[in-house]
Nanobody, 124 residues
Framework: QVQLVESGGGLVQAGDSLRLSCAASARTFSRYAMGWFRQAPGKEREFVAALSWTGGSTEYADSVKGRFTISRDNAKNMVYLHMNSLKPEDTAVYYC?????????????????WGQGTKVTVSS
């Protein structure tokens, strides 16, 4: 069983930056593919960013490409989402997800573990 705890959300203005963190309890965290998803009010959960277990490969949704960066620190069992140039449409609850094994996973249905989410609100 893996527990994921997100933090770092909050209320910011358009154009600001924010860093989300996800702390994982997995003993073999370095063997997990990780991802960030988000769900805006009234909308379905959508893919934001994915990271391979080595951190060597990443993938981003078109809507955040060039603005967001996903990274991991396997020594600390942490995954981060660095968000720059935030827009009001980035407002959502952001979720961290994990799946054991290699690969770059963008489909939410393939992730086995989820955090409770952290809310990000971007005002215009």
């Amino acid at each position: 069983q893996v527990q994921l705890v997100e933090s770092g959300g909050g209320l910011v203005q358009a154009g600001d930056s924010l860093r989300l963190s996800c702390a994982a309890s997995a003993r073999t965290f370095s063997r997990y593919a990780m991802g960030w998803f988000r769900q805006a009010p009234g909308k379905e959960r959508e893919f934001v960013a994915a990271l391979s277990w080595t951190g060597g490969s990443t993938e981003y949704a078109d809507s955040v490409k060039g603005r967001f960066t996903i990274s991991r620190d396997n020594a600390k069992n942490m995954v981060y989402l660095h968000m720059n140039s935030l827009k009001p449409e980035d407002t959502a609850v952001y979720y961290c997800a994990a799946k054991p094994g290699p690969g770059l996973i963008t489909a939410s249905r393939l992730y086995e573990y989820w955090g409770q989410g952290t809310k990000v609100t971007v005002s215009s």
